[in-house]
């Protein structure tokens, strides 16, 4: 299963959102800080627009200590891309861990600091804010009305 981690982080350094989505079962769950928790459809329409969004713009990906067994595996991975709200930089750093079902990823949590990140992202008001379960709250919640819109179209 180290080839399927391997396959979707290439495929999203490369802005390839088919190749991310083929690593995906269809009856997969993603979950991060930023969307919450998210089913198969959610989760590649998800990578589709963060890929859509990122298409022409200084967008870098890396990851690291891919480890896996048949049936779960973890990886590391990096984004650095500047934050289209604010414009402010972003290098945010991410831990994954999955498990696998008939080859492919069923479910997939990325944990991060979020409270790092939104420092990062937002300056002041994220360093203020960004610790607290409103922030996250309201966060996901705007995460998921841009990921409903994207989804309709």
Known sequence: ???TIEK???????LDAEG???CYHE?????????GKLNSEQAKSMWKMLISSQKGKEFIVTYSDIEA???SGTAK???KYNFSKTGRPVHNKI???FEFKDGLIIKHVDQFNLHSWAKQALGGS???LGWTGFFKKKLQAQTNSLLRKFMEK
């Open 27 to 35: 009856e997969a769950t993603f979950e991060d800080p930023a969307f």
């Open 126 to 128: 994220g360093a203020i």
């Open 69 to 71: 067994s048949d049936s």
């Open 20 to 22: 991310m989505c083929s």
């Open 77 to 79: 991975w990096e984004a």
């Open 1 to 3: 299963m180290k080839e």
């Open 95 to 97: 831990e994954s861990s």
């Open 8 to 14: 979707l982080y290439s495929s999203f350094a490369a």
